[in-house]
Protein backbone atom coordinates (compact mmCIF):
# COMPACT_ATOMS: atom_id res chain seq x y z
CA UNK A 1 0.00 0.00 0.00
CA UNK A 2 1.24 3.83 -0.41
CA UNK A 3 0.66 6.27 1.75
CA UNK A 4 1.61 9.73 2.01
CA UNK A 5 3.64 11.07 4.59
CA UNK A 6 3.38 14.42 6.18
CA UNK A 7 6.74 15.02 7.27
CA UNK A 8 8.27 18.56 8.88
CA UNK A 9 11.50 16.71 9.34
CA UNK A 10 11.13 16.88 13.50
CA UNK A 11 11.22 14.63 15.67
CA UNK A 12 7.87 13.54 15.72
CA UNK A 13 7.34 13.27 11.82
CA UNK A 14 10.97 11.08 11.81
CA UNK A 15 9.22 8.88 13.91
CA UNK A 16 6.23 8.64 12.23
CA UNK A 17 7.72 8.22 8.91
CA UNK A 18 9.29 4.83 10.87
CA UNK A 19 6.37 3.85 11.56
CA UNK A 20 4.87 4.14 8.21
CA UNK A 21 7.50 2.72 6.75
CA UNK A 22 6.91 -0.65 8.82
CA UNK A 23 3.59 -0.50 6.53
CA UNK A 24 3.79 1.01 3.28
CA UNK A 25 5.44 2.71 0.58
CA UNK A 26 6.18 5.89 1.28
CA UNK A 27 5.55 8.98 -0.63
CA UNK A 28 6.98 11.87 1.40
CA UNK A 29 5.25 15.14 1.25
CA UNK A 30 7.24 18.44 3.00
CA UNK A 31 4.87 21.88 2.93
CA UNK A 32 6.84 25.37 3.72
CA UNK A 33 4.44 27.55 4.70
CA UNK A 34 6.71 30.67 5.65
CA UNK A 35 7.99 28.76 9.16
CA UNK A 36 11.11 30.67 10.43
CA UNK A 37 13.41 27.42 9.96
CA UNK A 38 12.14 26.14 6.94
CA UNK A 39 15.66 25.71 5.12
CA UNK A 40 16.77 23.53 8.10
CA UNK A 41 13.88 21.76 8.24
CA UNK A 42 13.62 20.99 4.80
CA UNK A 43 17.05 19.18 5.25
CA UNK A 44 15.72 17.25 7.86
CA UNK A 45 12.68 16.43 6.03
CA UNK A 46 14.97 15.50 2.90
CA UNK A 47 17.62 13.56 5.13
CA UNK A 48 15.06 11.26 6.62
CA UNK A 49 13.02 10.77 2.86
CA UNK A 50 16.74 9.24 1.40
CA UNK A 51 17.27 7.40 4.83
CA UNK A 52 13.60 5.67 3.56
CA UNK A 53 14.25 5.37 -0.26
CA UNK A 54 10.99 7.28 -0.44
CA UNK A 55 9.15 6.09 -3.56
CA UNK A 56 7.72 9.43 -4.27
CA UNK A 57 8.47 13.16 -2.87
CA UNK A 58 6.96 16.01 -2.84
CA UNK A 59 7.87 19.34 -1.53
CA UNK A 60 5.88 22.43 -2.10
CA UNK A 61 5.68 25.88 -0.75
CA UNK A 62 2.62 27.70 0.57
CA UNK A 63 2.51 31.80 1.22
CA UNK A 64 -0.82 32.38 2.19
CA UNK A 65 0.22 31.30 6.17
CA UNK A 66 2.71 33.79 6.37
CA UNK A 67 0.92 36.50 4.01
CA UNK A 68 -2.00 36.54 6.90
CA UNK A 69 0.61 36.53 9.58
CA UNK A 70 -1.03 36.22 13.41
CA UNK A 71 1.89 33.28 14.47
CA UNK A 72 4.85 33.79 15.85
CA UNK A 73 6.01 30.65 13.67
CA UNK A 74 5.63 32.80 10.32
CA UNK A 75 5.30 36.40 11.37
CA UNK A 76 8.48 38.16 12.39
CA UNK A 77 6.77 40.88 14.65
CA UNK A 78 5.18 38.65 16.88
CA UNK A 79 7.80 36.67 19.59
CA UNK A 80 8.05 33.17 20.14
CA UNK A 81 7.03 32.61 23.56
CA UNK A 82 9.78 30.96 26.59
CA UNK A 83 8.50 27.54 26.76
CA UNK A 84 5.78 26.80 29.41
CA UNK A 85 5.12 23.15 29.09
CA UNK A 86 2.43 23.86 31.78
CA UNK A 87 -0.06 26.49 30.64
CA UNK A 88 -3.38 25.58 29.18
CA UNK A 89 -2.64 28.82 26.95
CA UNK A 90 -2.49 28.49 23.13
CA UNK A 91 1.11 29.43 22.53
CA UNK A 92 2.06 31.90 20.14
CA UNK A 93 3.29 29.45 17.54
CA UNK A 94 -0.04 28.30 17.02
CA UNK A 95 -0.12 29.25 13.02
CA UNK A 96 -4.33 29.61 12.48
CA UNK A 97 -5.77 26.37 11.50
CA UNK A 98 -2.83 25.32 9.65
CA UNK A 99 -3.04 21.63 9.58
CA UNK A 100 -5.76 21.80 7.43
CA UNK A 101 -3.92 22.83 4.84
CA UNK A 102 -0.95 20.05 5.07
CA UNK A 103 -3.91 17.49 4.89
CA UNK A 104 -5.64 19.35 2.14
CA UNK A 105 -2.39 18.51 0.16
CA UNK A 106 -1.86 15.56 1.35
CA UNK A 107 -5.47 14.43 0.26
CA UNK A 108 -5.20 16.26 -2.98
CA UNK A 109 -1.72 14.35 -3.68
CA UNK A 110 -3.07 10.93 -2.14
CA UNK A 111 -5.62 10.80 -4.30
CA UNK A 112 -3.76 11.96 -7.79
CA UNK A 113 -0.55 9.26 -7.15
CA UNK A 114 -3.74 6.99 -5.66
CA UNK A 115 -2.46 6.46 -1.88
CA UNK A 116 -4.60 5.22 0.60
CA UNK A 117 -3.50 6.35 3.88
CA UNK A 118 -2.07 10.12 5.02
CA UNK A 119 0.31 9.81 8.35
CA UNK A 120 0.60 12.70 10.40
CA UNK A 121 2.50 13.04 13.42
CA UNK A 122 0.08 15.11 15.44
CA UNK A 123 0.15 14.16 19.12
CA UNK A 124 -2.54 15.44 21.50
CA UNK A 125 -1.23 15.32 25.28
CA UNK A 126 1.93 16.49 24.87
CA UNK A 127 0.85 18.88 22.21
CA UNK A 128 1.44 23.07 24.07
CA UNK A 129 -2.56 23.13 23.10
CA UNK A 130 -2.88 23.04 19.47
CA UNK A 131 -6.33 22.59 18.56
CA UNK A 132 -5.74 21.11 15.63
CA UNK A 133 -3.42 18.13 17.21
CA UNK A 134 -6.59 16.33 18.95
CA UNK A 135 -8.16 12.86 17.86
CA UNK A 136 -11.34 14.70 17.13
CA UNK A 137 -10.08 16.70 14.72
CA UNK A 138 -8.59 13.68 12.45
CA UNK A 139 -12.28 11.84 12.40
CA UNK A 140 -13.82 14.92 11.71
CA UNK A 141 -11.21 15.63 8.72
CA UNK A 142 -11.52 11.71 7.72
CA UNK A 143 -15.50 12.64 7.35
CA UNK A 144 -14.42 15.57 4.69
CA UNK A 145 -11.99 13.25 3.21
CA UNK A 146 -15.09 10.54 2.74
CA UNK A 147 -17.55 13.38 1.29
CA UNK A 148 -14.74 15.30 -0.57
CA UNK A 149 -13.55 13.27 -2.70
CA UNK A 150 -14.32 10.88 -5.93
CA UNK A 151 -17.06 7.72 -4.88
CA UNK A 152 -13.98 5.30 -5.65
CA UNK A 153 -11.45 7.34 -3.57
CA UNK A 154 -10.23 5.13 -0.05
CA UNK A 155 -8.09 7.89 1.91
CA UNK A 156 -7.81 7.79 5.85
CA UNK A 157 -5.74 9.73 7.88
CA UNK A 158 -3.19 7.60 10.39
CA UNK A 159 -2.03 9.20 13.63
CA UNK A 160 0.44 6.91 14.92
CA UNK A 161 1.41 8.60 17.74
CA UNK A 162 -1.21 11.01 19.21
CA UNK A 163 -2.06 9.59 22.00
CA UNK A 164 1.87 8.95 22.97
CA UNK A 165 3.74 11.48 25.27
CA UNK A 166 7.35 12.79 24.24
CA UNK A 167 8.95 10.90 25.86
CA UNK A 168 7.16 7.44 24.06
CA UNK A 169 7.76 8.96 21.03
CA UNK A 170 11.50 8.81 21.63
CA UNK A 171 11.69 5.55 22.98
CA UNK A 172 9.55 4.26 20.08
CA UNK A 173 11.65 6.15 17.47
CA UNK A 174 14.53 3.95 19.03
CA UNK A 175 12.81 1.19 18.73
CA UNK A 176 11.91 1.47 15.37
CA UNK A 177 15.49 2.24 14.41
CA UNK A 178 14.54 6.00 13.59
CA UNK A 179 17.42 8.19 12.28
CA UNK A 180 16.68 10.73 14.88
CA UNK A 181 20.02 12.26 14.64
CA UNK A 182 18.15 13.58 10.82
CA UNK A 183 15.62 14.96 12.48
CA UNK A 184 15.03 18.71 13.45
CA UNK A 185 12.44 20.69 15.97
CA UNK A 186 13.87 23.88 17.28
CA UNK A 187 11.53 26.80 16.32
CA UNK A 188 14.24 29.62 16.83
CA UNK A 189 17.76 28.80 15.28
CA UNK A 190 18.94 26.86 12.02
CA UNK A 191 22.30 26.14 12.83
CA UNK A 192 22.36 24.90 16.52
CA UNK A 193 18.82 23.84 18.13
CA UNK A 194 17.99 26.64 20.72
CA UNK A 195 16.94 24.29 23.85
CA UNK A 196 14.77 27.17 25.06
CA UNK A 197 11.69 27.61 22.90
CA UNK A 198 8.79 25.18 23.13
CA UNK A 199 9.68 22.79 20.68
CA UNK A 200 13.43 22.50 22.21
CA UNK A 201 11.80 21.88 25.56
CA UNK A 202 9.64 19.30 25.02
CA UNK A 203 12.10 17.53 22.66
CA UNK A 204 14.54 17.66 25.39
CA UNK A 205 12.30 16.58 27.84
CA UNK A 206 11.39 13.57 25.84
CA UNK A 207 15.22 12.31 25.59
CA UNK A 208 15.86 13.16 29.54
CA UNK A 209 12.69 11.11 30.49
CA UNK A 210 14.15 7.98 28.43
CA UNK A 211 17.25 8.53 29.78
CA UNK A 212 18.84 9.36 26.71
CA UNK A 213 21.10 12.26 24.83
CA UNK A 214 19.83 13.58 22.24
CA UNK A 215 21.61 12.98 19.42
CA UNK A 216 21.45 16.70 17.67
CA UNK A 217 23.86 19.27 18.73
CA UNK A 218 22.24 22.42 20.75
CA UNK A 219 23.20 26.00 21.54
CA UNK A 220 22.83 25.33 25.52
CA UNK B 1 -20.72 40.69 11.07
CA UNK B 2 -17.57 40.43 8.98
CA UNK B 3 -17.80 37.89 6.39
CA UNK B 4 -14.90 35.80 4.10
CA UNK B 5 -16.22 35.75 0.81
CA UNK B 6 -14.44 33.22 -1.42
CA UNK B 7 -14.97 34.35 -4.78
CA UNK B 8 -13.01 33.21 -8.11
CA UNK B 9 -15.26 35.99 -10.12
CA UNK B 10 -17.72 33.74 -11.49
CA UNK B 11 -21.61 33.74 -11.71
CA UNK B 12 -22.09 31.32 -8.74
CA UNK B 13 -19.62 33.61 -6.39
CA UNK B 14 -21.01 36.92 -7.93
CA UNK B 15 -24.60 35.67 -6.62
CA UNK B 16 -23.13 34.72 -3.77
CA UNK B 17 -21.63 38.14 -2.97
CA UNK B 18 -24.70 40.08 -3.43
CA UNK B 19 -26.06 37.53 -1.27
CA UNK B 20 -22.92 38.33 1.96
CA UNK B 21 -23.29 42.02 1.09
CA UNK B 22 -26.95 42.05 1.83
CA UNK B 23 -26.01 40.56 5.34
CA UNK B 24 -22.45 41.12 6.61
CA UNK B 25 -19.06 43.58 5.53
CA UNK B 26 -16.67 41.79 3.09
CA UNK B 27 -13.58 40.49 3.41
CA UNK B 28 -13.30 39.07 0.06
CA UNK B 29 -10.73 36.41 -1.32
CA UNK B 30 -9.71 34.50 -4.34
CA UNK B 31 -7.45 32.12 -4.48
CA UNK B 32 -5.26 30.69 -7.88
CA UNK B 33 -4.60 27.14 -7.96
CA UNK B 34 -2.95 27.89 -11.91
CA UNK B 35 -6.23 27.64 -13.58
CA UNK B 36 -6.38 28.53 -17.07
CA UNK B 37 -8.20 31.08 -16.99
CA UNK B 38 -6.61 32.61 -14.24
CA UNK B 39 -5.89 36.23 -15.36
CA UNK B 40 -9.53 36.48 -16.65
CA UNK B 41 -11.06 35.33 -13.13
CA UNK B 42 -8.88 37.41 -11.17
CA UNK B 43 -9.85 40.57 -12.99
CA UNK B 44 -13.69 39.71 -12.68
CA UNK B 45 -13.00 39.19 -9.01
CA UNK B 46 -11.14 42.65 -8.37
CA UNK B 47 -14.40 43.96 -10.17
CA UNK B 48 -16.81 42.51 -8.09
CA UNK B 49 -14.66 43.24 -5.06
CA UNK B 50 -14.62 47.05 -6.36
CA UNK B 51 -18.40 47.19 -6.85
CA UNK B 52 -19.03 46.07 -3.17
CA UNK B 53 -16.41 48.20 -1.38
CA UNK B 54 -15.04 45.30 0.21
CA UNK B 55 -13.59 45.93 3.69
CA UNK B 56 -11.04 43.75 2.74
CA UNK B 57 -9.74 42.09 0.15
CA UNK B 58 -6.36 39.21 -0.14
CA UNK B 59 -5.73 37.49 -3.24
CA UNK B 60 -3.04 34.34 -3.29
CA UNK B 61 -1.57 31.79 -5.15
CA UNK B 62 -1.21 28.02 -4.56
CA UNK B 63 1.15 26.04 -6.62
CA UNK B 64 0.56 22.55 -5.16
CA UNK B 65 -2.58 21.75 -7.17
CA UNK B 66 -0.96 22.30 -10.46
CA UNK B 67 2.34 21.17 -9.80
CA UNK B 68 0.22 17.50 -8.98
CA UNK B 69 -1.68 17.59 -11.75
CA UNK B 70 -4.80 15.35 -12.25
CA UNK B 71 -7.01 17.78 -13.61
CA UNK B 72 -7.99 19.73 -16.74
CA UNK B 73 -8.10 22.90 -15.31
CA UNK B 74 -4.51 22.72 -14.18
CA UNK B 75 -2.78 20.20 -16.07
CA UNK B 76 -2.49 21.82 -19.50
CA UNK B 77 -2.02 17.30 -20.61
CA UNK B 78 -5.37 16.69 -20.12
CA UNK B 79 -8.09 18.12 -22.63
CA UNK B 80 -11.16 20.12 -20.92
CA UNK B 81 -13.98 17.55 -21.73
CA UNK B 82 -16.65 18.97 -24.07
CA UNK B 83 -19.95 20.16 -21.92
CA UNK B 84 -22.02 17.14 -21.09
CA UNK B 85 -24.85 18.25 -18.57
CA UNK B 86 -26.79 15.14 -18.53
CA UNK B 87 -23.77 12.61 -17.48
CA UNK B 88 -23.18 11.64 -13.95
CA UNK B 89 -19.43 10.85 -14.39
CA UNK B 90 -16.65 13.23 -12.70
CA UNK B 91 -15.56 15.44 -15.31
CA UNK B 92 -11.98 16.43 -16.29
CA UNK B 93 -12.43 19.88 -14.53
CA UNK B 94 -12.43 17.89 -11.59
CA UNK B 95 -9.57 19.23 -9.32
CA UNK B 96 -8.91 17.10 -6.60
CA UNK B 97 -10.14 18.25 -3.23
CA UNK B 98 -10.02 21.68 -4.34
CA UNK B 99 -12.66 23.29 -2.12
CA UNK B 100 -11.12 21.70 0.92
CA UNK B 101 -7.64 24.18 -0.21
CA UNK B 102 -9.85 27.11 -0.76
CA UNK B 103 -11.70 26.53 2.96
CA UNK B 104 -8.85 26.38 4.76
CA UNK B 105 -7.19 29.75 3.30
CA UNK B 106 -10.85 31.41 4.27
CA UNK B 107 -10.67 29.88 8.28
CA UNK B 108 -7.30 31.06 8.85
CA UNK B 109 -7.61 34.21 7.48
CA UNK B 110 -11.03 34.39 9.34
CA UNK B 111 -9.51 33.19 12.13
CA UNK B 112 -6.71 36.15 11.87
CA UNK B 113 -8.84 38.81 10.82
CA UNK B 114 -11.67 37.89 13.52
CA UNK B 115 -14.52 37.28 10.89
CA UNK B 116 -17.24 35.04 11.67
CA UNK B 117 -18.35 33.93 8.46
CA UNK B 118 -17.62 31.82 5.25
CA UNK B 119 -19.53 32.43 2.13
CA UNK B 120 -18.94 30.51 -0.66
CA UNK B 121 -20.70 29.60 -3.75
CA UNK B 122 -20.60 26.32 -4.50
CA UNK B 123 -23.91 24.52 -5.99
CA UNK B 124 -24.88 21.11 -5.59
CA UNK B 125 -27.63 20.29 -8.13
CA UNK B 126 -26.11 21.64 -11.23
CA UNK B 127 -22.61 21.33 -10.04
CA UNK B 128 -21.33 18.63 -12.73
CA UNK B 129 -20.52 16.08 -10.25
CA UNK B 130 -17.95 17.76 -8.27
CA UNK B 131 -18.13 15.53 -4.79
CA UNK B 132 -16.67 18.44 -3.11
CA UNK B 133 -19.93 20.92 -4.01
CA UNK B 134 -22.43 18.94 -1.79
CA UNK B 135 -24.36 19.97 1.62
CA UNK B 136 -22.74 17.09 3.54
CA UNK B 137 -19.33 18.10 2.40
CA UNK B 138 -19.78 21.36 3.77
CA UNK B 139 -21.42 20.15 7.08
CA UNK B 140 -18.41 17.57 7.65
CA UNK B 141 -15.87 21.12 7.05
CA UNK B 142 -18.06 23.12 9.68
CA UNK B 143 -16.89 20.72 12.73
CA UNK B 144 -13.13 20.75 11.11
CA UNK B 145 -13.48 24.67 11.75
CA UNK B 146 -15.21 23.46 15.15
CA UNK B 147 -12.91 21.66 16.49
CA UNK B 148 -9.68 22.90 14.91
CA UNK B 149 -9.78 26.06 15.57
CA UNK B 150 -9.16 28.12 18.84
CA UNK B 151 -11.95 27.46 21.20
CA UNK B 152 -13.29 30.88 21.23
CA UNK B 153 -13.23 31.24 17.13
CA UNK B 154 -16.70 30.88 15.54
CA UNK B 155 -16.85 30.54 12.01
CA UNK B 156 -19.76 28.65 10.17
CA UNK B 157 -19.76 28.34 6.31
CA UNK B 158 -23.02 29.88 4.94
CA UNK B 159 -24.01 28.30 1.24
CA UNK B 160 -26.51 31.17 0.19
CA UNK B 161 -27.02 29.37 -3.45
CA UNK B 162 -26.07 25.38 -2.99
CA UNK B 163 -29.76 23.93 -3.28
CA UNK B 164 -30.36 26.28 -6.50
CA UNK B 165 -30.32 25.79 -10.06
CA UNK B 166 -28.49 27.89 -12.45
CA UNK B 167 -31.63 29.54 -13.82
CA UNK B 168 -32.32 30.26 -10.04
CA UNK B 169 -29.37 31.66 -9.32
CA UNK B 170 -29.32 33.86 -12.59
CA UNK B 171 -32.91 34.96 -10.87
CA UNK B 172 -31.58 35.43 -7.52
CA UNK B 173 -28.94 37.43 -8.67
CA UNK B 174 -30.78 39.75 -10.56
CA UNK B 175 -33.26 40.28 -7.38
CA UNK B 176 -29.91 41.44 -5.65
CA UNK B 177 -28.77 43.40 -8.10
CA UNK B 178 -25.66 41.62 -8.47
CA UNK B 179 -23.21 42.85 -11.23
CA UNK B 180 -23.65 39.54 -13.34
CA UNK B 181 -21.85 41.61 -16.34
CA UNK B 182 -18.56 41.61 -14.60
CA UNK B 183 -18.41 37.97 -13.72
CA UNK B 184 -16.43 35.24 -15.63
CA UNK B 185 -16.71 31.75 -15.80
CA UNK B 186 -15.43 30.16 -19.00
CA UNK B 187 -12.80 27.57 -18.26
CA UNK B 188 -11.02 27.87 -21.89
CA UNK B 189 -10.30 31.21 -22.97
CA UNK B 190 -9.80 34.70 -21.45
CA UNK B 191 -10.75 37.37 -23.62
CA UNK B 192 -14.23 35.91 -25.48
CA UNK B 193 -16.36 33.36 -23.24
CA UNK B 194 -15.82 30.20 -25.73
CA UNK B 195 -19.59 28.98 -25.35
CA UNK B 196 -19.01 25.45 -25.44
CA UNK B 197 -17.19 24.37 -21.92
CA UNK B 198 -19.13 22.44 -19.20
CA UNK B 199 -19.09 25.99 -17.15
CA UNK B 200 -20.58 28.22 -20.44
CA UNK B 201 -22.89 26.02 -21.14
CA UNK B 202 -24.04 25.64 -17.44
CA UNK B 203 -24.27 29.89 -17.43
CA UNK B 204 -25.79 30.12 -20.65
CA UNK B 205 -28.31 27.77 -19.73
CA UNK B 206 -29.08 29.55 -17.12
CA UNK B 207 -29.96 32.88 -18.55
CA UNK B 208 -31.56 30.92 -21.34
CA UNK B 209 -33.90 29.21 -19.02
CA UNK B 210 -34.82 32.77 -17.48
CA UNK B 211 -34.84 34.53 -20.70
CA UNK B 212 -32.55 36.91 -20.49
CA UNK B 213 -29.36 37.34 -22.39
CA UNK B 214 -26.30 37.03 -20.85
CA UNK B 215 -24.26 40.28 -20.20
CA UNK B 216 -21.19 38.56 -21.37
CA UNK B 217 -19.77 38.29 -24.81
CA UNK B 218 -19.25 35.29 -26.31
CA UNK B 219 -17.14 33.83 -29.21
CA UNK B 220 -19.95 31.86 -30.80
Redesign the interface.
Known amino acids: MLAVVLASGGLDSCVTTAFAAKECELAMLH?SYGQRTERRELMAFNNIADFYHAKER?T??????A????SSLTDSKIEVSPANLESKE?PTS????????L???A???A???GANRIYIGAVAEDSSGY??C?P??YE??N?????????ETKIEIVTPIIHLRKSEIVKLGIELDAPLHLSWSCYKNEDLACGACDSCALRLRGFNNVGLPDPIPYAI
Request: a neutral charge; proline letters at 7%; zero cysteines.
Open positions: VMTSISHLQMGGIYVPFRNAHLSITSWEVIPDREYAFRVIDVGTKP
